[in-house]
């Protein structure tokens, strides 16, 4: 909560001049409203000050999820985002390399395919490599296992 009195947070975007940098620091550190920023503008607010929340929105910090879209705030002050991108980045494949390799195995197998995939894409399909052993396509996967949905938080 600021010293407004209410939950408010600032969502700050790359439309916010860097030379604005230290204006946002001061009224982040003067009236106490955490500040969210778009991927775009990181850094804007260095993410070591104490009332940065991080990135908000896809791959952004789980702070600035959670006050952001969260049902205790009452305002957010949106400085130099239209925040169309913001719906933009959230819609991205995962995991469509398994399928695409199947189907360029399948276009040439004359030539070796390697793919190299997350653990967590080689999770959800299972059923592109059962096609693959169908088929008998002989391919490469290279899973990179971190053990998590890691571009998530
Ligand atoms: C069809 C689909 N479902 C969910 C997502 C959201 N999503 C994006 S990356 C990701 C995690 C991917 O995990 P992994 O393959 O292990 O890669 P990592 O991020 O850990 O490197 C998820 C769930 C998506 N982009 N597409």
Redesign the pocket.
């Known amino acids: 909560m600021g010293s407004t009195g209410r939950t408010i947070a600032i969502l700050a975007g790359s439309g916010l001049r860097r030379n604005s940098e230290t204006d946002l620091a001061d009224v982040a550190s003067k009236w106490h409203i955490p500040v969210a920023t778009t991927l775009g503008a990181k850094g804007i607010l260095p993410e070591d000050h104490p009332m940065s929340l991080g990135v908000f929105g896809?791959?952004g910090s789980r702070w600035a999820t959670d006050l952001i879209m969260g049902p205790e705030l009452e305002i957010l002050i949106v400085i130099g985002s239209a925040l169309s991108h913001l719906s933009a980045t959230?819609?991205?494949?995962?995991?469509?390399a398994i399928p695409m390799k199947v189907g360029s195995a399948a276009a040439r197998p004359d030539v070796p395919h390697l793919t190299i995939?997350?653990?967590?894409?080689?999770?959800?399909h299972g059923m592109e490599l059962h096609t693959a052993v169908a088929h008998q396509q002989l391919t490469t996967l290279l899973v990179?296992?971190?053990?998590?949905?890691?571009?998530?938080w």
Not at 90 to 96: D, E, K
Not at 117 to 124: A, E, N, W
Not at 144 to 152: F, K, M, P, T, V
Request: hydrophobic letters at 30%.
């Open positions: 896809y791959g959230n819609i991205g494949p995962m995991g469509a995939t997350g653990d967590g894409c080689m999770l959800m990179l296992n971190n053990r998590s949905y890691g571009n998530i």
